[in-house]
């Protein structure tokens, strides 16, 4: 069965950089893109970014734009989030999820598979 696991989060200053994984095993062969959503206590689950599997291309949401940068290794089936420029309200549980679509999907219901999630902190 295709599993996700995220690591790399853990508590870090503001202004630092922090940068998650996420080892597909057992890849989805259905999966066409992956993404990265956090949830923050009280808060819904938002995007944060995404790619797929194939291309250059890459989407984020506005409030990371500029600071954060997804990238993939195919080879090793694992997805980045390389996150820079940390703010106290980028503090969230960051999860890892892989898509059928294509075409940025952008809404947790449009993804098939989710990570157990990582912890973020960011303090000020």
């Known amino acids: 069965q295709a599993q996700l696991v995220e690591s790399g989060g853990g508590l870090v200053q503001a202004g630092g950089s922090l940068r998650l994984s996420c080892a597909a095993s057992?890849?989805?062969?259905?999966?066409?893109?992956m993404g990265w959503f956090r949830q923050a206590p009280g808060k819904e689950r938002e995007f944060v970014a995404s790619?797929?599997?194939?291309?250059?291309?890459?989407d984020y949401a506005d409030s990371v734009k500029g600071r954060f940068a997804i990238s993939r290794d195919n080879a090793k089936n694992t997805v980045y989030l390389q996150m820079n420029s940390l703010k106290p309200e980028d503090t969230a549980v960051y999860y890892c999820?892989?898509?059928?679509?294509?075409?940025?999907?952008?809404?947790?219901?449009?993804?098939?598979?989710w990570g157990q999630g990582t912890q973020v902190t960011v303090s000020s």
């Open positions: 790619i797929p599997w194939t291309g250059g291309s890459t």
């Open positions: 057992g890849r989805p062969l259905s999966s066409n893109t």
């Open positions: 999820a892989a898509s059928e679509r294509y075409g940025f999907p952008g809404s947790p219901s449009e993804y098939n598979y």
